[in-house]
């Protein structure tokens, strides 16, 4: 079945750095595009950023261009998103995504707290 696993949140001042990884498997990981999301408390789930299968194509959501990276590794099965510059904006649960067979699939998140 497919999982998708994320690992990497926690607490981290203005200004820092954090790196998510999402474990992949139970799909073809490198013919699938892939997506990061977050939610904030009292907030809808919000698209963050996506990358397609080959890595090449990605995109990022206005509010963390230039910020936030998204890279795969297709060897490992892995997502990251690697994030700079951390706002307080940013705190939220942050999840990884995967659409199979027009059916989406969605890890169990991982808090991204940015806090001084």
């Known amino acids: 079945q497919v999982q998708l696993v994320e690992s990497g949140g926690g607490l981290v001042q203005p200004g820092g750095s954090l790196r998510l990884s999402c474990a992949a498997s139970g799909f073809t990981f490198s013919g699938s595009s892939m997506s990061w999301y977050r939610q904030a408390p009292g907030k809808e789930r919000e698209w963050v950023a996506g990358i397609n299968s080959g890595g090449i194509i990605t995109n990022y959501a206005d509010s963390v261009k230039g910020r936030f990276t998204i890279s795969r590794d297709n060897a490992k099965n892995m997502v990251y998103l690697q994030m700079n510059s951390l706002k307080p904006e940013d705190t939220a649960v942050y999840y990884c995504?995967?659409?199979?067979?027009?059916?989406?699939?969605w890890g169990q998140g991982t808090q991204v707290t940015v806090s001084s």
């Open positions: 995504k995967v659409i199979v067979r027009w059916a989406a699939y």
